[in-house]
């Protein structure tokens, strides 16, 4: 190979039916159930500074959700972490967002029988994402509250991570159309329950209120429950009505995109001052501090 050959994975790096690529250049089969259907899973950890942040609860997580699928990567832990390393030391970046899939694969033509698929795992570094700006972190994100149902839990189990994102995709459209940035969906009851990628939170009278159901278990979501346990706050996990999320004194949403994100707009109401409370910035900084502690990280060339 000569040097022109050689690849620039700069941008990132995918593991593509036994191979290592640049990102651009990554791609599954058109046939694949994973691209048909959605008929696939993932998972998604971050590295900081050149760390993994809680891999075992993510890998943990993967695993769950692959056996609830019944999807089978054919890999371990270890040959999982294993190449999940290889993509960041090969797109040498410190900072990155790390996913991991296992797809349905392509069954025999004519057969409609899942069974008969063999299924196939990826797995890709690509720069670190946030799912807020600069400064939407800074002065906090306005939130639309949508009319759209989540789909319901016995339809398509929310804590097994999924691609079923139609409902969220179309209350974002509408929530950025109307002039937010983002938006949470409500469950059939009425209750909040989660936006696109990130779990949600609020804060009454100096108690953190988050949903009990009907959303995806994030780990950041984890992350800041045990987090406020550590510092004294109390945590109640339980239904939230949009009178108790809308008219809460903090309000934020949690993402491995960036952590702990202060909102203060809901349906263009000011929450508490307008600006991030206290209690979430206090958790945003307690967040960032925990990628410091040596038992919740793995390190990439470790």
Request: aromatic share 8%.
């Amino acid at each position: 190979m000569t040097v022109t050959d050689t690849p620039d994975f700069s941008k990132g790096c995918a593991f593509v039916r036994g191979q290592y690529v640049p990102i651009e250049r990554a791609s599954i089969p058109i046939t694949d159930l994973g691209f048909l259907h959605s008929d696939a899973t993932y998972d998604v950890v971050t590295v900081w500074n050149g760390a993994f942040f809680r891999l075992d609860a993510h890998l943990e997580r993967f695993r769950r959700s692959c056996q609830r699928w019944r999807l089978d990567p054919q890999l371990s832990d270890h040959e999982i972490t294993t190449i999940l390393s290889q993509c960041v030391r090969l797109s040498g970046l410190q900072s990155s967002y790390v996913e991991m899939l296992c797809t349905r694969g392509q069954t025999p033509w004519g057969s409609r029988d899942p069974r008969q698929a063999v299924n196939q795992f990826y797995a890709f570094a690509v720069p670190y994402v946030w799912i807020a700006n600069e400064q939407q972190r800074v002065n906090g994100l306005s939130l639309r509250i949508s009319d759209i149902q989540r789909i319901p839990p016995d339809s398509v189990d929310p804590t097994i991570k999924n691609y079923h994102w139609s409902d969220l995709t179309m209350g974002l459209l509408a929530a950025l159309d109307s002039g937010a940035d983002t938006v949470v969906l409500v469950d059939r009851q009425g209750h909040v329950v989660e936006g696109p990628g990130f779990n949600i939170f609020c804060v009454r009278e100096g108690t953190i209120l988050t949903p009990e159901s009907g959303m995806l278990e994030g780990v950041t979501r984890r992350t800041v429950i045990e987090m406020a346990q550590t510092l004294g706050i109390k945590v109640q996990i339980r239904a939230v009505t949009v009178q108790e999320f809308s008219t809460a004194d903090e309000v934020f949403v949690t993402s491995s995109g960036g952590g702990v994100i202060a909102v203060t707009f809901v349906d263009e109401k000011v929450i508490g001052q307008g600006k991030p409370g206290a209690m979430t910035l206090k958790l945003a900084q307690t967040y960032w501090a925990w990628h410091e502690i040596p038992a919740m990280n793995v390190r990439v060339n470790d």
